[in-house]
Structure formats: C-alpha cells, structure tokens
T-cell receptor, first 114, second 113 residues
C-alpha cells in the first residue's frame, strides 16, 4: 500500500537534546512538507521541499532543520534552539509542489519535552 | 495577508442532525479552498476542494460552495453520523511562488448517538 509513514508515534526528549523525526513516502511524490500542530491551532508550516536536494523555510523554521537527500525521505530535526518543541508533528507530500495539489498526510509524531 | 477563520468548537450534534461549520477567508487574487478532516489520532485527509468561485466541492455527503462575494466556504452535511466525529480544517492555497496551504484553527465536531 502506498502512503506516508512517520516514526516514532510518540517521542520523549530531555531539554537540550536534538531529536530527529522520520518521514518516508512511497507515493513517488516530488514535494514534501513538515507541519506543527498545537492544541486549538491550525497547522503551521515548518519546512517544505519541492524537489530532492532543495528545501525552503516555512513560517516557523527557527529551531528546526531538514534534509532531502532522497525523494522518499524528509527527516526533521528539532534542535535545542527550539524554545517550545512539545507539539504534534505532521509530515505530508504531494505529487508536485503547489498548494493546489492534494497533500497526503502521515499519522503524525507526538513529541514531548521533559 | 492571507488567513482563514473558522467557527470555534466543539460543535456537538445528535445523529442525523444538520451540520454547518463556517469558514471565511482573506486572500488576494483567487485562492483555491479546501476542507481537511482529522480523525482521532490520525493525520489529515482531504475531504473536498473548490478551485474557483461558485464551484461546489462534495464528498461523503459533505458539501461546500466557494462564495467569492462573501469570501466564505462553509461546510455542510444534511445528516451527520457518529463516525463523522473529528476535527475539520478549512484551508486555502494561493497561486504565488510559495504555493503554501494556509489552515484555519480547526473545528471539533462531536456527534452523539
């Protein structure tokens, strides 16, 4: 079955530690996205990538980093510089870049900083 | 700037009741509009979309009409089921260089038997 997988589902981190969230897709999509979801708020875009080896900052990129070395993978690193990292993180992909294309979402990773 | 405003939830209804979730937007030009649904513990799924004024998107009994004159894209369903309980997000996309989806804050729907 084609789809997007995110791992782990739940992640706990101590303050001051970096942590990497995994996102893999087998849909052969060019574009991939990372969103952050906080209670009572909509999704906010962290980073997006329209093609391999290229990515752009979204609205709240500070304290985060990404890489796009392979078409199917778009890992997100939450660094110690992120002041409030506890949130639900969603990865998505679309056939190509462009909001008009349907974005397919993974099941999410809930990160808790202890 | 571009933004999406949704009615606050939770919206609590009995099964078979009529549903309306309001969504209004602010954008320059002619955005495309979307409704996404998030079931408990899951990611978002596209429910329906409309790409130009007066278009009606529909899926699984849900409908929404793109009203440019009122900058609205309200979600409706004639008879809700318990299985419709979820969080619903309205979103817009602009045809500019950023090609981003801009989401509203979401509206939680609770349907009771």
């Amino acid at each position: 079955d084609g789809g997007i997988t995110q791992s782990p589902k739940y992640l706990f981190r101590k303050e001051g530690q970096n942590v990497t969230l995994s996102c893999e897709q087998n849909l052969n999509h060019d574009a991939m996205y990372w969103y952050r979801q906080d209670p009572g708020q909509g999704l906010r875009l962290i980073y997006y990538s329209q093609i391999v080896n290229d990515f752009q900052k979204g609205d709240i990129a500070e304290g985060y980093s990404v890489s796009r070395e392979k078409k199917e993978s778009f890992p997100l690193t939450v660094t110690s510089a992120q002041k409030n990292p506890t949130a639900f993180y969603l990865c998505a992909s679309s056939i190509e870049g462009g909001g008009l294309n349907e974005q397919f979402f993974g099941p999410g990773t809930r990160l808790t900083v202890l | 700037g571009n933004s999406v405003t949704q009615m606050e939830g939770p919206v609590t209804l009995s099964e078979e009741a009529f549903l309306t979730i309001n969504c209004t937007y602010t954008a320059t030009g002619y955005p495309s509009l979307f409704w996404y649904v998030q079931y408990p513990g899951e990611g978002l799924q596209l429910l329906l979309k409309a790409t130009k004024a007066d278009d009606k998107g529909s899926n699984k009994g849900f409908e929404a009409t793109y009203r440019k004159e009122t900058t609205s894209f309200h979600l409706e369903k004639g008879s809700v089921q318990v299985s419709d309980s979820a969080v619903y997000f309205c979103a817009l996309a602009r045809m500019d260089s950023s090609y981003k989806l801009i989401f509203g804050s979401g509206t939680r729907l609770l349907v009771r038997p």
